[in-house]
């Protein structure tokens, strides 16, 4: 499996890097970024033979199968569909699009060519909440509600890294899509009953801060979502699982139940690195021939959801 990872120099492109050398059998061929120095020595560093500026040079490879979009979110969807229509499979960063009229376009393009086109949400890959999924599935816990707060202080435009950014981020589009897919994964349907509302708009960034998410499952499961770019303290999302048979805490990666005891999750998957498990569904599929987990047609719906709340703010 020859693979392209576009946006290889940034902080997401940098972890699909990482967890692509702990894969057999799967190779990076070449790399896209957007500036020559940052992206000859990613390159150097991992000694890939081929690095460019632009994502058709790289689709027009012969020795590219497949593709990892890390770019900016703007830019997804239409890359997306770019690499389908150059006949590679794609694996586009979460979100798929930062509007529903592009999710439903890309998802329309993966269904005429066929290929495997897969939306990075990588909480369905995370082993806790793999954990907590595999216990829901087989009866063994029902979902009451699931609180999560999304925090991180970003009053300026800059990245994971810290380094300054070349687009804007979201909360909505992108940090509230991590929950809003994991909540209607989790409960095994779309959302009944949605809410939103968001604070004062940045007036440089021109994007709320703050924002706060409700959302009622038809089984009657709650989810509370909490977000922030103004919060100076740790950083990250919490998940905290309120459940009929105990209570789970979810930091990416790692799961404890309510009282902090650690739960053992070795035996949940090949790895504890959700990048990683992300990765290796996407390898999979194009393998088996068959439709990934966090497909985007899967994904859609959490698309769809986004959209209902965002027009939720006007009310």
Not at 46 to 65: K, N
Request: glycine fraction near 8%.
């Amino acid at each position: 499996m020859r693979v392209c990872v576009a946006g290889a120099a940034g902080a997401f492109g940098q972890k699909h890097l990482d967890a692509i050398g702990n894969i057999d059998g799967v190779q990076v061929t070449s790399i896209v970024g957007r500036e020559n120095e940052s992206t000859r020595a990613a390159a150097d560093a991992r000694g890939i033979g081929h690095w460019t500026l632009d994502l058709s040079e790289s689709l027009a490879r012969d020795d590219v199968d497949c593709v990892i979009l890390s770019t900016p979110t703007q830019m997804h969807a239409d890359q997306a569909i770019q690499c389908l229509h150059a006949g590679k499979h794609v694996l586009v960063e979460i979100p798929m699009a930062d509007n529903l009229a592009d999710s439903r376009r890309l998802v329309a393009v993966q269904k005429e060519t066929g290929l495997v086109a897969m939306a990075g949400h990588v909480r369905r890959f995370n082993p806790s909440h793999q954990w907590i999924h595999n216990k829901i599935t087989a009866g063994e816990l029902k979902l009451q509600q699931l609180d999560v707060q999304t925090y991180f202080f970003r009053r300026t435009n800059t990245n994971a890294l810290g380094k300054p950014r070349s687009w804007t981020d979201h909360l909505l589009w992108h940090h509230a899509c991590h929950t809003v897919d994991l909540f209607q994964y989790q409960t095994g349907a779309v959302a009944s009953q949605v809410y939103g509302l968001e604070g004062p708009h940045h007036p440089e960034l021109g994007i709320a801060l703050d924002m706060s998410i409700g959302m009622r499952a038809p089984s009657g499961a709650l989810c509370t979502l909490s977000l922030s770019f103004n919060n100076d303290g740790p950083l990250g999302t919490f998940f905290r699982y309120i459940c009929d048979n105990g209570t789970y805490i979810a930091r990416y990666d790692d799961l404890v139940d309510g009282y902090d005891n650690p739960i053992d999750l070795s035996g949940v998957a090949v790895s504890n690195n959700g990048i990683e498990l992300i990765d290796r569904e996407f390898f999979s599929a194009i393998r088996e021939g068959r439709e990934p987990n966090s497909s985007v047609a899967q994904c859609l719906p959490a698309m769809e959801t986004l959209d209902r709340i965002e027009k939720s703010f006007a009310g």
